[in-house]
């Protein structure tokens, strides 16, 4: 791939403005449900300590809600699915998708149990692994291949919108009406988003599709040769290591917030919009535009601007939970969140550009399963377990035992009691909060490692 080539998916398609009406209204319906993608998995974070409260949870079990309640059927559901967006009808497919995990989310709301709220999570996760792999190829319907790295870009600024939205729509809702409001408000619209993409995703026929009917290998042996491939490896492992950071500082940052500087949840919510929304969507438009700029003769800067995302964002998380301010821990967190979406554009686009036009959406299935049933399954589960075991060692012996007193019933608890389990708590979580920096190091040397084996992107 050479250098105009690189460049010319982004510039090329903005000085020619060559979309038409159809393909811009495809791509605004595909930002709309990937807001509501983003939105529905992630408004969990911000009413997390609401929820510890109301069904007495521990942090190990809001880290199974955060981490592989969702990421295990998300991850699972999509390697399927993205056979069938090949080859089947795309638009109806993703319409079922959105209406079972917007329903879902607004049951999360009725849940009266944590199994309840487990199970409505386990919903969330089934229909949104249908979205990636299914609204890329879709992307690929209705784009040609000079115009898909400009619309690829463009669809990615829905998550940094969706993470601005999800802790400020989830703090004020539930500071008026409760947590559960918040869970109906989020959910209940996504029904008539299902609706509007049976209206709007009318697909043209798929050149690709077409070019995967005529391979003559078998489907698992491109998985097999897709997988074998050094650079591609290298990506998936080091998008693991970042989905297992990322699903942590993005789950427990706002309670971090909480417990450590006595933030309420709006005033949690805004710090959590401001980082992963406004300071997001710059990291993700700077980031595409470094790894357009400088990608060369081989494409390796997509590769390794997301290494540079995760090592600056180990960094500055890092910061984050160690310095004792809250001003420049509030300061720290937005330059990290900077960092880490410097990668949302160009991780995306280097499994694209190296995975064959007939394993597109198979490239995007199984990065998924890497980042959300490894990485973001473990993340916040591993990180819930450190978290309260640093917490019971902090909590004075002379007072009993941590887990009975500090996740029982609050009516039968002193007041010295509840305010050392808080403590305790903020303690617990601001030690384990250094582990997702370690993973984010790990994914930077993995990045890295695939931008310094790649040699030839492929670009079709």
Not at 109 to 117: K, R
Not at 263 to 270: D, K, L, M, N, T
Request: a positive charge; aromatic letters at 10%.
């Amino acid at each position: 791939m050479n250098d105009s080539t690189i460049t010319g998916r982004l510039s090329g398609e903005m000085v020619r403005r060559g979309w038409t009406g159809r393909q811009i209204s495809v791509l605004m319906t595909l930002i709309l449900v990937n807001v509501f993608n983003v939105l529905d998995r992630g408004i969990l974070a911000i009413l997390q300590q609401p929820i510890k409260e109301d069904l007495l949870l521990s942090d190990w079990q809001l880290g199974i809600l955060s981490g592989p309640a969702f990421a295990a059927l998300y991850a699972v559901s999509g390697v399927p699915i993205a056979r069938l967006a090949d080859r089947g009808n795309r638009s109806l497919i993703l319409a079922i998708a959105v209406s079972v995990w917007s329903m879902m989310t607004a049951l999360c709301g009725l849940a009266q149990s944590y199994f309840h709220l487990l199970i409505c999570r386990l919903g969330v996760g089934a229909g949104e692994g249908a979205c990636t792999p299914t609204t890329h190829a879709l992307i690929s319907s209705h784009f040609s291949a000079r115009q898909r790295g400009l619309a690829m870009a463009v669809l990615t600024t829905s998550i940094p919108i969706a993470q601005m939205m999800a802790p400020l729509l989830g703090g004020y809702a539930t500071a008026v009406w409760g947590w559960r409001t918040a869970f109906l408000i989020a959910g209940l619209p996504g029904i008539l988003v299902a609706g509007l993409v049976l209206v709007v995703l009318r697909e043209r026929p798929n050149e690709e599709s077409g070019a995967s009917a005529k391979t003559s290998t078998s489907y698992w042996t491109n998985v097999k040769a897709l997988l074998g491939h050094r650079p591609y490896l290298f990506l998936c492992l080091a998008s693991v290591f970042m989905g297992q950071a990322l699903s942590t500082t993005n789950a427990f940052s706002a309670s971090f917030f909480m417990r450590q500087h006595g933030f309420s949840v709006e005033q949690a919510g805004w710090v959590t919009a401001a980082g992963l929304g406004i300071a997001g969507f710059l990291g993700t438009m700077i980031g595409g535009v470094l790894a357009d700029r400088f990608a060369g003769r081989h494409g390796r800067s997509y590769a390794y601007v997301c290494a540079a995302a995760a090592a600056l964002g180990a960094t500055f998380f890092y910061l984050t939970f160690r310095v004792e301010s809250a001003v420049l821990a509030i300061a720290f967190v937005l330059l990290a969140n900077v960092s880490t979406d410097l990668k949302n554009g160009p991780n995306f686009a280097a499994a694209q550009n190296l995975a064959p036009p007939y394993m597109r959406a198979t490239a995007s299935a199984f990065l998924m399963v890497g980042v959300h049933l490894i990485g973001s399954a473990s993340g916040p589960v591993i990180l819930g377990l450190a978290s309260d075991y640093f917490a019971a060692g902090a909590f004075p012996a002379e007072l009993g035992d941590f887990a009975a007193l500090c996740h029982g019933d609050v009516a039968s608890r002193s007041d010295e009691v509840i305010a050392t389990c808080a403590e305790a708590s903020a303690y617990g979580l601001g030690r384990a909060l250094f582990i997702p920096c370690i993973s984010y190091c790990f994914s930077a040397l993995f990045f890295f490692a695939s931008g310094r084996t790649t040699w030839n992107a492929i670009d079709r």
